[in-house]
């Protein structure tokens, strides 16, 4: 395994990091903002996953001019785009719901937001 | 306690699935599929250089759609939901540095994130990252003001204009090419130029617009209904 | 181009509103309606264009593409046959749902707007990408509707849904990365080019996305909590729209998932359904209900997935999928908790053909698409379709209970108008596919009971039995609805019944007669414990009718296990040996003339698929003949001693009834040519003379209000008619010589003897003999004795009871002096069916002959009445004057009587019989149900532990599915 392999792949074992310490978060916070913030957090490692997944050591931004070879794949900067896009939106609804679950019921706590269940 | 050993216990695993499907860990050797098609002909396809927003705007222009939908679907529900809890206290006056800096700076921010997204079909940007900046503008404003923002009319009516016009567009490919969103109802013009490229400047102006309205939208309703009760 | 308007119409139309509540709603609303009923307009030209209403070629789609060049570059929007079907579904919803978000958050319309628009461009899209966005429009404007729509639990039901569509899109990207860095692609055909590692990685990936999203079982916690929290009008709205959409996606996805054998689906679903359908009975909460039923149908999807390909797919999926969101839709819309729940009569019934529907009872389109469905399992994967039908048939039991709690709660207001006529539509829309699905399915050619006379003698019997019913339908007491239409529904299905010709056939009208007696039933005052327990019943009996035919391939040429199903749903049709409960339950709640109905004619139409089974097996002789003789003679039994210790007129007549079906069981078990026309005999008779019985007690219950043994008797003087009507009934059927009920008994042991089954004529006899007891307790404690002070005003029955009443005491005389009329007709259509044993009598004028003995009832009916007359003359004369006793008039010595009801004669009747019974266990068929319903609970609860009510809790469930996945396919490919 090269220099450049190495990067590479620790590329990927970070962005994986990621997702694993958010959806660890998200399994054992109790307060429903950091339960979003982790969200975010693995949302973030899933976007880097997914830049990842075009990435090729060394070359250059998918932007013609002249060296049309030694570009990396613009699919996946475009997916991702949109997926951030789609996180803040989904962040931003979720911040609002949280909170005024947490008022309804009095505390950020989740596990006071059982009233249905069985 | 047990959450936590439980949570540990299925992270590690999930780690160990992931892992354990790569199949080989060399480097790839080029792009693959269609990341190369898209290097090879998305200039002659679009016009655009920014393969990016070539594949963002053009290819996948459907993608685009729906994620600006989501968006606004975020920020209708946002604004929706935040008007019907009262309204929060006023908020803390802002320090002397937050309002002077909101007087002078937004005016340069707002013209940058035009750049943006104008030039998204030419270098890096479009018309997400320069509605995003945009609206930070209109952040800026907001925090630097001690009053609550009242309703803004503009703001709907551009985020109404600028979604209809992206979805007139697409039915404008369609009839001309049997093609929802298809780019090349205008002239391709010549690559690198500002007016090329298709209809992409166009859709990222409205994308531009949109994004920019709807985030200074949910700013605005956090902004109403924040502080503690 | 209407490709475009069909798909981006109501995106226009969300972004237009967005600006134009804060001018105008009414402009707001105008600009809605326009969008939506133009895109319905498009697709429903579109749906034209691809045939689709044919319900053939479901899988026929046109192409709408998008962007720049074709795919995998750029996105196709599919528009299949099917998911066209689904649109207007779901623009229909939409449309109707309007108005009511209307009036409670007007500025929702865009929303709205946005979920309809998430859920076209989910079922159409053929990119993974893409379908990735329109998930994320979907949850995102189900949670914000879900929290602006003011409810109790809203918030709850929008964090729990929140929460889950984070993992989601984590889970789903995931997924994504690895499909596209292995092959380049993301369309949903690249899926096919996985292998190895990756494959497995991105199968249990979006097969937990997808079991999470559709909510299945073991993955439905988050569904079942958003269900029960979110406001009826917005689960409606979602159940309509993007939970079909959901469905459809995930139909469209699983089978290109790279996971090796898909029978794992199958397995899934089959072992979910069961599971989750469990711990459906413990539900409560009409939103919870609905919960449940959405992940049961999410279930059968996996089962179909799983075994099933092509356009038969398709075809199940979206019949199956569209209907029951639907149906859902309806009752969403219909049982609206945030105002008090108002029914009117016509309330009820619209609010009965959803859970119908959702309950796949014929002949709505879902029965037969499960049908179909179920045929095929039946043929191909056997235990999965016995696994799929118990879950099928604990949905029936909780949907029901869910149905009479809600009617329960009747007043008379209309019910919500608007949704009124979304259900008319789905009625319509049904009609439209019924025809199309049942075309050429049935059959009336009579094939089943080949034997014409036979047949006949069934059908006149439904008919002249629904015939005699009818006159009585307008003399309903108190709060009884009117019944009258589902009586004649019933009437009618029973009517055909004897002509079908083939299994469906045959089901359908069984199902279709059961269950409009059901509606029938459910008329009655405080009848929703007996309709809930006859509705159970009649679906455990259709449930068992329809393994037994599709086991058997459609028809009832069978032997083995398919003929005992069979027989197993006609014993608890009949309400033998236990089941007799709903006999009990149903019978007394029912109102006016339907428990004559029920118990008359009803109840014959098991006997003609005992009849049907046995000839269409071996020839006449049923399976285990002998264990049915048996099993009728028990039941004979403890019928007659459970109606003679019965408190109540009706519930009396209910186990009587119950017991005397025993002799028929009897006689068809011998499978001799006696035995079958004591059989015959026994069934026409039964007919006549409990049917006289019933309508005499519907005429009591009319004029006194009760019937209670306690609270009649004495009714002699008031109502003549009616008693020597019932006078003449009785003693029919105790058997006494001059009338029809001698003949029977006759018969029926003249075969128990000449086949050597003592033992049962034993048990049989003595059955009678304890049928005196309560044929008795009948005639002295509702007509002799003292009058009650309570029914001192009432009056002879009304004329439409009385008249049927005339003629089937007719019936009785001229059957009891004139058997031979009957004979004539049946022993040579008995003699004539191929295999059946023994001897057939011979008749000789007035003449029976069997090898045992002659029989003239003209003779023995003369002698009966001359020694009768000479015994009334000689008491006449004799002159002894009765001494009148007012009913409270007792003489205890300074006893104080402890209450009105312990010292009225017929209280405790027959306490000396008991008290000599007391040795016997103390067993009673409603202990053991309500055990069984106890053990079920219990399982119930069992399951549902798992949904623990935190929002993580199902997050770490979806987790823990994933990594069970990755286990299992490891270890099996």
Known sequence: ?118 | MIRTIVGLIIVLALSVVVISSVPDYSLPSGLQGVGQDYTERGVNDTGSVNLVTAVVVAYRGLDTLGEVVVLFSASTAVVLVLTLVPMGANPTPSSSIVAFTSGVLPGSIVLFGIYIITHGHLSPGGGFPGGAVVASAFLLVMLGSNKIPGKSKLLASIESLAGVTFGLLGFWGMMMFGQFLNNMVLPAGSPGKLFSAGIIPLISLVIGAKVASELSGVFSSYRKAGGDE | MVKALAVFLPLLGAFVNAWLPSKSPRASRFVSYVVLVAGLLASVVLSIRLDAWDLKNLSDSVILSTGVGAPPLSINLEITAGGILAAVAMYAATIFSLHRFARTTPKSQPLILALLTASLGLIYSTDIFNSFVFLEIGSISTIGLTAACKCGSRWEAAIKAALVSGLVTILYLLAVATLYRSTGMLTLEALGLLSGGSAILVSILLLTVIVTEIKAFPLAGWGLDFYQGASSVVAGLYSATWSLAVLLWAAKVLPLLPIGNPIIYAWIGAAGLVFSQLAGLRASSSGRIMGYSTSAYASLLLVAAGTTTGSFYTQTVIVLMVFSSLAKFSLFMLGNPEKSDKWSGFGTIIFLVPVLLLAGIPPLPVFWAKFAFLAHLASNFPVIFYTVLTGLMLEAVYLFRFWSQRSERTNETNPYKPSAVSAVLIILLAGIWITKLSWGALDFSGAIIASSALRNVFHSLFAIGTLLCLPGVFKRIGREKNYWFWLLISGAALTILPAAGNGITFYLLWEFSAFAAVIAVSKGVRASRGTFWFAVFASLSGYLLLAGILLSGGSFAIAGLPAVLLTLAALVKMGQFGTHLWNVKAYPAAPGTIPAFLSGTSSKASVLLLVAVALSSTGGSLPWGRVIAWIGALTALTGAVLAAMAPDYKKMLAHASVSQLGYILMGLGLASILGWTAAFYHTIHHLIFKMALFLGAAGVLYRTGTSEFNNLGGLVKKMPWTFAFTLISVISFASIPPLAGFGSKWLLYNGLVEQGWLPVMIVGMFASVVAFLYSFRLLHGVFLGQLSPRNAHAKEAPLPLLIPQAILAVAIMVLGFKPTLLLNFLVPAIDAIPGLSGLAPIIQGDMVLTTMGTWNAWMVGLMVMGIFGFAFVFYWISGHKPKYVGQLDIGFAGEIPPSADEIHYSNNFFRPYKRALAFLPNINAEKIFSGVNKTFGMLGDAVRALFTGDGRTYLAHSLLFLLLLFVFLNGGM
């Open chain 1, 1 to 118: 395994m090269n220099a450049q392999s190495l990067f590479y792949w620790s590329l990927a074992v970070t962005a994986l990091g990621l997702v694993l310490i958010g959806l660890w978060g998200v399994l054992t916070r109790k307060n429903i903002l950091r339960i979003a913030l982790a969200f975010t957090l693995a949302d973030t490692g899933v976007n880097l996953i997914l830049v990842w997944s075009g990435f090729l050591p060394g070359r250059s931004a998918p932007i013609v001019d002249s060296s049309v070879s030694s570009m990396v794949d613009p699919l996946p900067q475009a997916l991702v785009l949109t997926s951030i896009v789609i996180g803040v939106a989904v962040a931003a609804l979720f911040v609002v719901v949280g909170v005024l679950a947490a008022r309804k019921s009095g505390s950020a706590d989740v596990r006071r937001m059982k009233e249905l269940k069985w």
